[in-house]
């Protein structure tokens, strides 16, 4: 049961234009929700994150917004950068260390 | 640099041959976890260990065992690989508490023959 969900295997954006990333999640009970970034050969990059407690995080060109009523989450990238092309994958956290992944979006930046 | 080193980056054992992945860290925290990721799927969590305290994720098949035998080292064992075991494996580390984010390794492909 999956219980992260990212709906959409793949994105592409030109260069400069805003990026969105969708994540979707059916546990009441996650309290952190993280962003990951990963380049091919390489393992997952932690990003930016957020508590459940707030509905925005900002860092740079990277926020994060969740609406907890509607178990959403997305991430968005202003400006984005051929070098943000990656997978992206989304992550919550069940109290304690007990972690779940989405899919992941491939994500391309289009120069 | 402080970093999650795995080996092998690449592992090809056969059906039912006993194999043994390896993760170490340098970052000195005190949680480390191991993931399997098979093609186009979330990377599961199998286990962690929070010191030497053992977490087994429900689901996670007996022919996965762990060992933690410090803070730096763990191992991911399969007592009896089969054809569906064959995935990307995902080493990963955090400092217990509020920060949750997790460090991770460049991952073992493990093929299974």
Redesign the interface.
Known sequence: D?Q?KQNS?SLSVQEGRISILNCDYTNSMFD?F?W?KKYP??????LI?I?SIKDKNEDGRFTVFLNKSAKHLSLHIVPSQPGDSAVY?CAA?VTG????????TSLTVIP | DAM?I?NPRYQVTQFGKPVTLSCSQTLNHN?M?W?QQKS??????LF?Y?DKDF?N?ADTPDNFQSRRPNTSFCFLDIRSPGLGDAAMY?C?T?R?G??????????TRLTVL
Request: proline fraction near 8%.
């Open positions: 999956q992260v295997p952190y993280l990951y050969a390489e393992g997952p990059t932690f994150s508590s994958f956290r260390n007990q972690f779940y992944f989405g899919t992941g | 999650v795995q949680v976890y993931y186009s799927q979330a990377p599961k969590l962690h929070y977490n994720e995902l990963a955090s217990a509020l920060a949750a984010e997790q460090f991770f390794g460049p991952g």
